[in-house]
């Protein structure tokens, strides 16, 4: 089964963009660019058509479009197999439904490690062209956490169309959810902002902050480390970021599992 | 005994006012029989089968496939579906499908084995455009991609939910022909469904005729030929309630 997900998300034209928008960043920065060694030698500086371009606010935008990408591309995959036309072909093989869930999150990681390491390639690419060595720290980073932030979207998106069958709508109401988790890592502003100051608020807020996985949570390990290297890595808040996935994968997986086809 | 049912019941909304209510007393099918479940349009027909396939959860009663519960997994390995509706990747060639599909079976193939498999069906078939799409097939040729999927691995029963759906008589003719050269090698079992009765006239073996959720009836061949003398007038017998138009 997991080389049947695999199979699709490979098929899947949406999905081609990813490394599509990395060839594209390495060919325009190499014809219209360049890049150089950061003086600290932590890391490297590329400009494009004369202009500097900071090295952390490049890497942000890349890893935000691979993940509306991602977002937009990854469940179709998911949505088609859990249609009745398409999960009683699967079913039947037979594959009981809680093999379905789980290899279809191993195929998921493993298109997006995949995926992930060829962006990685690209880039290591991109500066070796240029003579300049591609941050070790940087390519871990990506390799690790990269895959980790789309699966912590995909779990909110695959228990939304597990309940609800649209494609649409899975996306959209995970997409946002798992968005929204940026808020609980900032309760107290936010709290301040509105005027909200009743404990029970605050108490609901951790409490959510928990059941919604937290996209935003491994966002800030890999903002952290990219700036400031593997010491900057927080532990608390990495096994908060696992912690708040737990909850949405065990009810979908208990969900799909009560699902008739 | 290839497939036994007994007490199965099955109760789900259609509609907010309608209530369907599946009740199969008792359903038997023996090994090496060529079994169709007959009925009217929304008679409960593939409900049935996807109660023995585990898409659907009975409410209550006992099926057994070859012996073992069909929840077993061991059991249903050896069973192959053909949906009514279903849904390939759209995608993928016949071939991509074909080889994707047959890797998820526990008894699955290498890949030249699967190779060898698909060429044979393509020739027992007639297709020539197992390179082809399936999003740029037609009903018919969709519909025998689909039959191929099925036959793809050496399984004892098959259950078939309306597989002439959108063929043509030489494409049907070349899949019966088919059917009954692995009935014969392998002593298979087939479990069809359909509404179209002259595509099972000469074929079946055993004939059960479901109405509102129920068995009303079953009867073998022999039995239909000597009381009706064709399958056409033994569904007719117990389906067409109107009175003849006189003019």
């Known amino acids: 089964m997991i080389r049947f997900t695999i199979r699709t998300l490979l098929k899947n034209k949406t999905l081609w963009a990813w490394p599509g928008i990395f060839i594209l960043f390495v060919v325009a920065v190499t014809i219209w660019g360049g890049v150089s060694a950061d003086p600290s030698g932590y890391s490297y500086a590329i400009n494009l058509g004369g202009l500097p371009l900071p090295t952390g606010i490049v890497i942000n935008q890349l890893v935000s479009i691979t993940i509306l990408i991602a977002i937009i591309g990854i469940p179709t995959h998911f949505s088609e197999n859990i249609k009745p036309e398409r999960a009683s072909l699967l079913l039947s093989k037979p594959i009981s439904r809680s093999e379905l869930f789980v290899s279809d999150f191993a195929g998921v990681y493993t298109f997006c490690f995949a995926y992930t390491v060829i962006s990685v390639l690209l880039l290591t690419l991109l500066t070796a062209v240029h003579g300049v060595l591609f941050p070790f720290h940087h390519a871990v980073v990506m390799i690790v956490f990269l895959p980790l932030i789309l699966i912590s979207y995909y779990i909110t998106i695959v228990l939304f169309l597990i309940l609800t069958n649209s494609y649409l709508g899975g996306v959209i109401l995970g997409y946002f959810l798992a968005g929204f988790s940026s808020l609980f890592l900032n309760v107290d502003p936010f709290l301040q902002m509105f005027g909200l100051t009743d404990t029970w608020f605050e108490t609901l807020l951790n409490i959510l902050a928990y059941l919604i996985p937290s996209a935003e949570g491994f966002q800030q390990i890999m903002g952290h480390i990219f700036s400031s290297g593997f010491s900057s890595l927080d532990g608390s808040l990495l096994a908060f970021a696992f912690a708040s996935c737990v909850p949405f994968s065990l009810l979908g997986f208990y969900l799909l599992r009560k699902k008739q086809f | ?247």
Do not use: W
Request: hydrophobic content about 40%; glycine content about 4%; some cysteine.
């Open chain 2, 1 to 247: 005994m290839i497939l036994q049912a007994n007490n199965v019941s099955k109760t789900f909304k259609k509609s907010k006012a309608d209530t369907f209510h599946l009740n199969i007393d008792h359903l038997e099918i023996q090994d090496g029989s060529f079994a169709a479940i007959l009925g009217p349009n929304g008679s409960g027909k593939s409900t049935f089968l996807k109660i023995i396939l585990d898409l659907l959860y009975a409410d209550s009663g006992h099926i057994s496939l070859m012996d073992k519960n069909h929840k077993d997994k061991v059991s249903r390995a050896n069973v192959s579906y053909l949906p009514e509706n279903y849904s390939f990747p759209e995608d993928f060639t016949i071939r991509e499908m074909l080889h994707a599909f047959a890797d998820l079976k526990r008894s699955a193939l290498n890949v030249g084995k699967i190779d060898h498999k698909i060429n044979k069906l393509a020739n027992a078939f007639n297709v020539s455009y197992l390179n082809k799409k399936m999003k740029n097939l037609s009903k018919g040729m969709r519909q025998t991609a689909a039959l191929m999927h099925t036959f793809l691995a050496d399984d004892q029963f098959y259950i078939l939910d309306e597989p002439f759906n959108g063929l043509d008589a030489v494409q049907k003719k070349a899949i019966m022909d088919y059917i009954f050269t692995i009935q014969k090698e392998r002593n298979i079992s087939i479990l069809i469904t359909t509404h179209i009765l002259s595509d099972i006239d000469k074929t079946c073996d055993t004939l059960f005729l479901i109405n509102d959720g129920r068995i009303i009836n079953s009867a073998t061949k022999n039995e239909i030929q000597d009381q009706f003398g064709s399958v056409e007038d033994y569904y007719l017998n117990y389906f067409d309630t109107k009175d003849p138009v006189i003019s």
